[in-house]
């Protein structure tokens, strides 16, 4: 699992690359905790690259979001696959997440 945080577009953008399972949710989860931080920029996940998200996964995403909610932000998913997709969807995730 690989990721890579930039700054685009006055946004924050954390790419995701690889499955992020539970073996690789420690390293993500770290990786990605400076989004916690952002307070004054939306931030967009990409995942294009991302192959496979476990419930794991799906845990440090509703934390980047209820961090950023918390400060008036918003945070997007953009380049989800059909896989990931359905994940989010079983799991009601597609219902909380904005989708660019």
Same mark, same amino acid.
């Given at each position: 699992?690989?990721?890579?945080?930039? =700054?685009?577009?006055?946004?924050? @953008?954390?790419?995701? =690359?690889?499955?992020? %399972?539970?073996?690789?949710?420690? $390293?993500? =989860?770290?990786?990605?905790?400076?989004?916690? %931080? @952002?307070?004054?920029?939306?931030?967009?996940?990409?995942?294009? *690259?991302? $192959? /496979?998200?476990?419930?794991?996964?799906?845990?440090?995403?509703?934390?980047?979001?209820?961090? *950023?909610?918390?400060?008036?932000?918003?945070? /997007?998913?953009?380049?989800?696959?059909?896989? @990931?997709?359905?994940?989010?969807?079983?799991?009601?995730?597609?219902?909380?997440? $904005?989708?660019?």
């Amino acid at each position: 699992m690989k990721t890579t945080i930039q =700054e685009q577009d006055n946004n924050i @953008v954390a790419f995701l =690359e690889g499955s992020l %399972d539970t073996a690789a949710a420690a $390293e993500t =989860e770290k990786t990605m905790s400076p989004l916690n %931080d @952002v307070a004054d920029k939306d931030i967009i996940i990409d995942c294009t *690259a991302l $192959e /496979y998200i476990s419930s794991a996964g799906l845990r440090i995403f509703l934390g980047i979001l209820q961090n *950023a909610q918390e400060k008036g932000r918003h945070v /997007y998913i953009r380049g989800i696959n059909d896989k @990931v997709r359905a994940i989010f969807t079983i799991t009601g995730f597609s219902n909380i997440f $904005e989708f660019m």
